[in-house]
């Protein structure tokens, strides 16, 4: 771990921490009469702002259209190099206003910008979207921007794996209780319990992977998705129609194209993407539970600022609320998940448009959602403190209850009867639980049995080894880290990021 990596979890001032936590750079010129999403003003990267941002989708909306005339100039159509070069030259400087105005005369935002598109080359204003219907730009654009963003939030969980597989490693052999039900249980490790939530983003990433290897360009569909149009231009030569598709899906940068299509893309395609933002939202959520349940046994817990407060009333508190904030925004994650669900079931026919108001909303959000989750989680993930010394006096509390089972063997070996010895133990530690939870005392299991006669041949000491009862924690987190984590440290080197660097 470096020395930014400790600045990080202990030595970083409460401005320099609020500087890297926010994902604003530049807060002049905002108006704060008007409501702001705070996926937009608090949480998500700047990264993936920019790119559900208007400017990232129309200049894509003119990429397009450029790459369908390109095309279609090289299958022969009648497009000159001066109409593709005016078109080159105007690709990001879109006149907003212009596009708004247009809008309010047609009722129509992709009419809109043809129009705004024309006006700056005016050459080819009678070709651009020739053929095309608006889904043409509309989902091939979804389809470009997702792409993006599943690799963004791709490099935060190659990020969170490695955190958690180097908080795993340094934590391998760390006695610490185990729980089912939040009650205590058989021995386990930090490191191996670290393992369990690096494995649930380690699904999440490979979910991502599949998704990102099988996203279908829409392509060129025309209205219904039968190429009429298309068909029409080329005088009914069906293959440059479909060279037409390939061309384009190439220009784009992708390899496969939607074998059919109505008018949109098929709606299940965003519903499977958001099911995989779910999925990373439940994996944050699990994760940060799980350091708040610590937190509170004063065992681990997430990066304090040197300045950083914790109540405005109780000074002494040290509140998980990087945890808390990524659980709420995980919930809102898995919530709003369900809802393109929801519109792929609805889609009538070869289209309806009460697709259009939702998929803005649910997507967009769903991706700036699990964007500002991850960002967190590597923060916390890189920065986590434990302390040894609670999480091994937890463990002695309870372990006389969880080494009874191991007196009983030793007892039947040293030549006693297995049923007495365990009528000896049950009595003890139901009269040793009382005490602890009806007197406030301490467990005095061990030393109630080192009393009994039953037990005076066994060296009682020898068996409270915490280690002893971990079972293959340590060697299953080596396995674990050696098969899973650094396969993908390997693969993504590229993607992999001190967490000093994160802008956070």
């Not at 879109?94 to 005369?105: L, Q």
Request: net charge negative.
């Amino acid at each position: 771990m470096n020395q930014e990596t400790e600045k990080t979890k202990s030595q970083m001032s409460s401005v320099e921490f609020s500087a890297r936590m926010s994902p604003m750079t530049n807060t002049e010129n905002i108006d704060r009469s008007q409501y702001r999403s705070p996926l937009e003003s608090r949480y998500a990267s700047l990264e993936m702002r920019e790119l559900f941002s208007e400017a990232r989708k129309f200049s894509t909306w003119r990429k397009l259209w450029l790459a369908l005339a390109k095309s279609q100039q090289k299958l022969g159509l009648d497009i000159s190099d001066e109409q593709l070069q005016q078109m080159r030259e105007h690709l990001d400087d879109i006149d907003y206003a212009a596009a708004e105005e247009y809008e309010k005369k047609f009722r129509h935002d992709v009419m809109a910008h043809i129009h705004a598109f024309g006006d700056v080359a005016p050459a080819a204003a009678g070709i651009i979207h020739l053929g095309a219907t608006s889904q043409f730009v509309n989902c091939n654009t979804d389809m470009i921007l997702m792409r993006e963003a599943l690799e963004l939030i791709q490099a935060r969980l190659v990020n969170v794996i490695d955190a958690l597989g180097q908080f795993a490693q340094q934590w391998r052999d760390l006695p610490t209780l185990g729980f089912t039900h939040f009650q205590p249980a058989q021995m386990t490790t930090v490191g191996k319990r670290a393992a369990l939530w690096c494995m649930d983003f380690i699904r999440d990433l490979r979910d991502i992977e599949y998704r990102l290897a099988n996203l279908e360009f829409r392509g060129v569909k025309g209205t219904t998705g039968t190429q009429a149009s298309f068909l029409a231009l080329f005088d009914g030569d069906g293959k440059k129609v479909a060279q037409l598709d390939r061309m384009v899906a190439e220009e784009m940068g992708f390899d496969l194209l939607a074998p059919v299509t109505g008018q949109t893309y098929s709606r299940k395609i965003d519903a499977s993407i958001a099911q995989v933002l779910a999925g990373v939202g439940a994996s944050v959520h699990k994760f940060c539970n799980d350091v708040r349940l610590l937190a509170h046994r004063k065992e681990i817990e997430e990066p304090f600022a040197t300045s950083q407060v914790g109540s405005s009333a109780m000074a002494y508190k040290r509140n998980p609320m990087r945890c808390e904030r990524a659980t709420g925004l995980a919930r809102f994650l898995m919530d709003i998940s369900a809802s393109p669900l929801h519109t792929a079931a609805e889609q009538w026919l070869e289209r309806t448009l009460d697709d259009s108001a939702n998929k803005r909303l649910a997507m967009s959000e769903a991706f700036l959602a699990g964007d500002a989750c991850l960002r967190i989680v590597a923060n916390v993930a890189g920065g986590l403190v434990v302390y040894p010394a609670v999480i091994t006096a937890n463990a002695a509390a309870e372990l006389p209850f969880m080494a009874t089972e191991n007196f009983i063997m030793a007892g039947v070996k040293a030549g006693g009867d297995r049923q007495e010895l365990h009528e000896v133990i049950r009595k003890h530690s139901i009269a040793a639980g009382l005490q602890v939870k009806q007197q406030g005392l301490a467990n005095d299991l061990i030393d109630r049995i080192k009393a009994e006669p039953a037990f005076a041949k066994i060296d009682i000491d020898s068996l409270l080894d915490p280690a002893t009862f971990t079972g293959l924690a340590c060697q299953q987190t080596d396995d674990f880290l050696a098969q899973q984590v650094q396969p993908i440290r390997q693969k993504y080197a590229n993607m992999l990021t001190d967490i000093g660097d994160l802008k956070i």
